[in-house]
């Protein structure tokens, strides 16, 4: 008797534990700095994650908190997740950078995806987007499209990301067009659709024709439609309903086929740490439809520099170029490489201003 | 009809239930908030009010209380006393990145040197920042009779620039692959504003605020100074009449308040934060005003309301996470605490008188 409750116990501990290992689901944690809204920076970060969902259907539960301020609060959202039994985190912003490490200390078994800083561990690895070869083709489109020769460019806070983008643009800019200038205002903010507006509106009133900006919201772009004349680029989402002008074109974060593919790694177990910079050639930069009211021919150079950026025949630095100074920078036909790109803290030469300090 | 009409006195009971019937209120329109949004409304408000106190992982959320409730208590408690006279530093915020600066800009000057007296020295030239930052509405209130709420308001916009410069040039990591930021004062042992027991959460700062409670209390009802505060922020003339300095009071006001909210950035800088950095403000100067009003301006009252604004904070992104809530809808939340607050507080002076209005 006791002997046959014992087994029955037994058995049903069993079936217990077969029918938890069955419903055992991947875990993935969403982190986010602003609010998902309608658009921009975490707006894309969360379509990646539905994308996951999407993919893996059952397999996965995935868990996200909005709006999570860099520093101790996102330490502490980050550890809850982790208690809570997240088996992934996808940390979605460059401030998360410090906690996100001190978080994958105290959990060894979770893995932790940091996108867009330079801190590994073990459980640790790091994610970004080549934004700038987007750029490339914003700067490509604007010198070509610009009659007043003034292109004017919203940056959001002066580090090697936007500075980098300035570049890339400008560059590629220049190029078809010897006489345009850029002229930047800095908004130091990501998102304050108020001061964007601001910023392009003086921008606008200094006679630019073309106005890219590195911050989500869409100020920017009906600053232009209001004002007439004056074209703009998505930036982070596509923003297409200012389409076909201002907006004549987009740089699109798509996460998506990077998170499909990391969230597939733990759940076979093969993951590792590392750091993916990836760039058109691997769909995480997308470009808008680029709109009717760009020529033909400009968008058909677009097209072109857009493929070859995508399979490496050609990178956005190629010298000869010189740094701001009239240093030299690259060598005739030298590429930058990513060690150099990802500090970059100088304007290349032709830029007028300075970086604030 | 329902009308109002002014109580001869100010009721004391409804003073003190206020903040309770509040926070009940928050609950039951929160719930249906929630359930609004498809969730279930018991789960969410016990997610938000029960799991961080004796939830399964409660042995992590009780000192995070602690390191979100103490920069709240230490800014409200500063702000109270302004409050209670009249005096409105609006601009706590400001002040709190200004003690963040120079505390840590202290600290960082001495790095890599490891000493003793370094900490100390942060904790002065944190509690110096913010006083200055203050005395800058205060000096021009007292010379010129500028509004301090505009000017100490305005100040926290060009502590915001001043923020992001250092984070940008002179307090950025020089091994931060030119990103922002400063080094990690964490990782700097005689700057670190370390727990004082591994893990309890409770560090300098949390000190500090027990400290601002006990003082605050004395002040109020034991010192001169207290009654001075009391009095002119109740009834002006008289304060006059006995001998009170106004002058002087608005320099210790907002003198006192800016050094306390200095305090608080200087201890979340060199400690939970532990960087400099451009997002390094979170709003705690802001918050921090609506703890001081739903503790009644009273120091305790001010700890009870400041943990229990820490408490939604984090049961609110537990909630987010478990339940899938946005974040909109705990701001909505928290922001109708503030609202029933406001609402009831009218309860206080006015009562409902139900039926029609006797005609003498």
């Known amino acids: 008797m006791t002997l046959t409750k014992l087994l029955t116990g037994a058995a049903m501990a069993l079936g217990l534990a077969t029918t938890a290992m069955a419903e055992d689901k991947t875990k993935v944690g969403f982190v986010y700095v602003g609010p998902i809204g309608d658009g921009g920076w975490t707006h894309e970060h969360d379509k990646g994650r539905l994308a996951v969902e999407a993919e893996f259907g059952d397999k996965v539960e995935t868990v996200y908190v909005e709006s999570v301020a860099e520093g101790p609060d996102s330490e502490r959202v980050m550890t809850q997740m982790a208690l809570d039994g997240a088996d992934l985190i996808f940390t979605t912003s460059f401030g998360y950078m410090d906690p996100t490490i001190n978080v994958a ?4 078994n979770v893995k932790f995806e940091h996108a867009t800083g330079y801190k590994q561990a073990e459980n640790v690895a790091t994610y970004s987007a080549r934004f700038y070869e987007g750029r490339a083709i914003q700067g490509h489109i604007a010198g070509s499209m610009t009659e007043s020769n003034i292109i004017g460019y919203i940056g959001s806070y002066p580090i090697p990301e936007v500075i980098r983008g300035i570049n890339s643009a400008f560059i590629h800019a220049r190029k078809v067009n010897p006489d345009v200038q850029f002229k930047i205002v800095w908004a130091y903010t990501w998102f304050d659709p108020a001061k964007e507006a601001d910023a392009a509106k003086v921008l606008i009133e200094q006679g ?6 590195h911050t989500d919201s869409t100020a920017p772009q009906a600053a232009a439609q209001e004002a007439g004349n004056v074209i703009t680029f998505g930036q982070a989402s596509d923003m297409a309903q200012y389409g ?28 590792t740490t590392g750091n993916t910079w990836d760039g058109i050639g691997a769909g995480m930069v997308g470009i808008g439809e680029i709109s009717d009211a760009v020529p033909a021919e400009v968008k058909a150079e677009a097209l072109a520099l857009k493929a070859s950026l995508a399979d490496g025949s050609y990178h956005a630095f190629t010298g000869p170029l010189n740094k701001q100074d009239g240093t030299p920078f690259l060598a005739e036909g030298d590429t930058a490489d990513d060690g150099t790109l990802a500090g970059m803290n100088f304007y290349v030469e032709g830029i007028e201003g300075d970086i604030p300090q | 009809m329902i009308r109002l009409e002014k109580r001869p006195q100010p009721s ?5 239930a206020t903040p309770v019937l509040a926070v009940i209120a928050t609950m039951f329109f929160g719930g249906l908030l929630f359930m609004a949004l498809g969730k279930e409304p018991l789960l969410a408000i016990k997610t938000i009010f029960w799991e961080p106190l004796f939830g399964e992982f409660s042995f992590f959320y009780r000192p995070q209380l602690m390191i979100k409730g103490a920069p709240l208590v230490l800014i409200a408690i500063g702000l109270s006393l302004g409050f209670k006279a009249g005096i409105w530093n609006i601009g706590a915020e400001g002040q709190y990145i200004m003690g963040a600066l120079f505390g840590a800009g202290v600290g960082l000057a001495f790095y890599p040197a490891e000493g003793h007296y370094i900490f100390p020295l942060m904790v002065l030239a944190g509690a110096f920042g913010g006083w200055v930052w203050a005395m800058i509405p205060a000096l021009l209130k007292v010379k010129f009779g500028t509004n301090e709420i505009l000017v100490s308001l305005m100040l926290v916009y060009v502590a915001e620039q001043f923020l992001a410069s250092m984070s940008l040039g002179l307090l950025k990591n020089p091994e931060g692959f030119g990103f922002p930021g400063s080094r990690n004062l964490q990782q700097y042992e005689s700057a ?20 601002a409670v006990i003082f605050a209390y004395v ?22 009449f006995s001998g009170v300095n106004p002058t ?4 210790f006001c907002l003198g006192t308040s800016g050094l306390l909210a200095g305090l608080a950035g200087m201890f979340e800088v060199s400690g939970p934060a532990g960087q400099v950095t451009i997002d390094f403000n979170v709003g705690y100067g802001f918050t921090a005003i609506i703890v001081a009003f ?12 400041g943990l229990l604004m820490a408490l939604t904070y984090i049961g609110g992104d537990i909630a987010q996470s478990q339940l899938g809530l946005p974040a909109a809808a705990i701001q909505v939340f928290q922001g109708m605490l503030l609202f029933f607050l406001l609402a009831l507080d009218m309860f206080t002076n006015y009562r409902l008188r139900f039926g029609r209005t006797e005609v003498a």
């Not at chain 2, 739903?294 to 309301?305: E, T």
């Open chain 1, 105 to 108: 200390k105290k959990f060894p």
């Open chain 1, 208 to 213: 630019a024709d073309v106005v890219l900006q």
């Open chain 1, 244 to 271: 076909p002008k201002p907006r004549v074109s987009s740089i699109i974060d798509d996460w998506a086929p990077y998170y499909i593919a990391r969230t597939k790694a733990v759940m076979d177990g093969t993951w």
């Open chain 2, 12 to 16: 004391r009971a409804f003073s003190l």
């Open chain 2, 192 to 211: 670190f504003n370390a727990d004082l027991i591994e893990g309890s959460g409770m560090h300098w700062g949390v000190v500090a605020a027990m400290i």
């Open chain 2, 219 to 240: 002040l109020l009802s034991k010192h001169r100074l207290g009654f001075a505060i009391r009095v002119t922020g109740e009834a002006p003339r008289a304060a006059k």
């Open chain 2, 248 to 251: 002087r009071l608005v320099l």
């Open chain 2, 294 to 305: 739903l503790g009644r301006l009273h120091p305790i009252g001010i700890l009870l309301a």
